[in-house]
């Protein structure tokens, strides 16, 4: 019954509360209190104590500040109120100004920074994530670090688990190669459904996935979801597609036909859809037993076949670097007798797996979204350079005011903070657009970059802490200045109406440079871009991909003899039709993976290196169909009988592998194991693959079994044509689905990230231009009126308008030019290290940095023009009559 | 009537409830007594702002009172209503009788 009500609160009464109710309160309160005490003990009566405190907070309640102050402070902060926002509405072309730079700047920066928390926080929803580790393996020869992957054996995970007391839990993963073909068969026709599922949406998984990570299972039993054989877990997105109907998915079987484990799975659960933030966008999971019980791995003793990959979980509390100790060293007792590299493990941390993982291709990188927060930056940097410029400009007219206020007796700190309260001011009205902006802002973003992502603050208290960091910060270092200048204003001088600003180079023309120094790198990083991109999707690709459609071949079938003996009737029904000009099988197409990658050495050569070459299963018609070009001997023609083995390969083997020229190169055999290869012909350099890549090694085999069908088709009726075809293969293949990709447009696709790059850059260094060109307006109108002047005297004087033209024009030049004279080697630095990710690249030539001046000079021309041609035009007996 | 202050509908109840409570009304108790007798939750801050500004009005005055232990020793502050606060609860009633009185009659017979 000791219990006594909430010291703060108590406290926090007494402070706020008038002296003459205190008691009489406070006494209500307690008794209050004592009583809830009694109804619902302690904690809440604590509560109910805390929040009548809380509702005691009202104007009827609060003690009335001393008369004589509150005349001072509560007075005086709404006298500089009224002022400040009477003078935003007085000039109201630079408060606008002022206002929307800055709106727009906080804006751009707000966007950016919402989508750089997207983008970091990839797979941090499992609770156990700073535990999760994938295993990797690092493969050295005579110590030195030939390569790393991520590929482990399936005996690896197990092993793991067994010998390193620190890891609690293993799941090994394996995707499901090349897709499948799913079908659901409902009660009726009407609800079967059948779709492809490419690559990467099908995994065989152990059950302990689900203990490493965190996905909501909506139906199901979560703790055997995989241990029945042939049992098959969906997510909620898959439960749309597949069987919209059903009430319960559980207990359904779907058939997952074609791919390498075609057979009948049966639903036992259900997790929620995947977020958009996670690398495994998977649909269905399939238990690992299953996938082991298949011939490819019953043969292998669990070291071999390195296509699963591993994620470790480590106990919490126990040392990583014992683990990296006690793991290190595990494969060297597995190791393949005939590699001649010993192979470690290593570990990756789940949260580095999104930006920071070596061994991802493409997409988005840690080095992309720093650069995305230097852009950040500089829009911010300039936004309030311009707002300090603005503000300093338009102290001049506020002199007069300074000077009366210093002579009623306002001491400078008084003065500093009326001015900094205006920044605040301004700086919330444009926070408050900026807000309204971004909002609008990100789903455009969310569009450009094909995630979804929301305009989310209040979310993460972080995002809070930096936004009202930002603002204080803000306000501080773009209200400062002004303040400072403003406050230093020598009454007797600004009264008297002399006040001239001296024309040396002051601060503010060092923060125009500085504007324009930020702007300079940002047009001639657009423009490098631009350029590097347009290069790649113009470069001759040395095969042509236009008109050139390829197709799917079927991937459920009975009897593989049967199916290919239709794909033949397939491709000769299809040459029989006049819009199509060529026809070719093959295994792989451009812009796709390779087939295979292995290590070959040339035969007959002593001690011959063995170096890694990529091969590709075609057919006779692949050279025509995608127009290559061959140099020397001649493309494969299964009429003509020869040697076994007979392959095509590209120039860029022939140097790698020395086999002098193209012609000299003819007749002689590529060896792995103990078969040979002869080469028949070679042809020019290809590029299969984006041009971020070196052109490899290539060698084309033989095959008319080819799983892809690639159509050449005439320009005419392409629509048409396409029908036909799909009727065709509807004809031949019922169980199959029609799939076909545009072959340049399945080409481009490579490009994807980088488009959107460029597209993001040019949109953020626009919006930085924009605001440093109000910046320059804003300077623009400030010296002139400073200048009105001598402008009239000049005239006066008898000199042209052009000449009075040039000599504003003049001082801006300057500016530019040495802007871009500090910039550059800033610019040819960075450019250079973007440019450097591309296997073929531009070159950094001297216009990157003329365009940057041309395009300011001109920006800067039509922002001051108008101004200048005013005061040039304006008639000097106006200008020099007042005095 | 040319009647210059008038009661909001709380300021009436609690105006009321003061009357009801007689000798004993004070904050605690009169949060007490509408709920038991209105069953609705008020605030005591509610309330004693409202006190305070009928008090103002001159409907009520107020007393400081005895110490009881369980108020941490502090004083009550009881409030009385005045005869200017009852002529003008009797003044509301009237006036409300005479507005039920024209209305229509209604038939409660079932």
Redesign the interface.
Known sequence: MNHSPPKFFVRFFLWFCRHDLQETILGDLEEQFDEDLRYYGPSKAKQRFAWNVLRFFRPEIIKKKEKTQRFNYYSMHNHYLKTGLRNILKHKTFSFLNILGLAVGIASCLTILQYVAFESSYDQFHSRKDDIYRVDSDHFRDSVLLFRSDGSAFELGPTLKRMVPGIEEVARTHVLEGGAVITFEGASSGHSRQFLEEQGMMYFVDQAFFDLFDYKVLKGNSERLLEAPNSIVITEAMWQKYLPDVDDPVGKTLNVGGGRYPGTFQITGVIETLPENTLYSFGFLMPIHDLLKSEQYVEDDGWSWTNFVTYAMIKPGSSFEQVCRQARNILLDHIDEEEDYESYVSFTSLNDLHLRDELSQGGITAETVSFFMIIAIFIIAIAWLNYINLSTAQAIRRAKEVGIRKTVGAAKSQLIFQFLLEAMVVNTIALLLAFMLASGTVPLLTEVIGKSFHFGFGIHTTHWVLFFGAFVAGTLLSGFYPALVLSRFKPAVVIGGSLSVKRKFGLRQVLVTAQLMISVFLIAGTYTVHRQLQFMLNQDLGLNVDQVISITGPMVYEDEELMRQKMKLFQEKLRALPTVNSVSGSDAIPGGDYNWSTGMSVDGKENAERKSIRLMFVDDQFQNTYGMELIAGRFHDPNLKGEKHPVVVNETLIRKFDLGSAEEAIGKKMRTGSTTFPIIGVLKDYHWTSLKQETTPILLYYTENGGSVSLRLSATDIQETLMIVEKEYKALFPDNPFNYDFMDEYFARQYQSDKQFRQIFSVFSFIAIMIACLGLFGLASFTLNQRVKEIGIRKVLGARMSSILMLLYKDYMLLIGLATVVVSPVVYFALNQWLSDFAYRINITFDLLLLPVVVLTVIMLLTISYQSFRAAVANPAASLRKE | MGRTTFLGEFEELILTMVLILDENS???TI?KAIKEHQKREV????V??TL??LEKKGFVESF?GG?TK???G????YFKITNTGKVMLREMKDSRMNLWSLAPQLNYSS
Not at chain 2, 43 to 46: C, D, E, F, G, T
Not at chain 2, 74 to 77: A, D, E, I, L, T
């Open positions: 004070y904050g605690n949060v605030n005591l801050s509610s004693h702002v305070y500004r400081m110490a369980v108020r941490g502090r004083k009550k502050r």
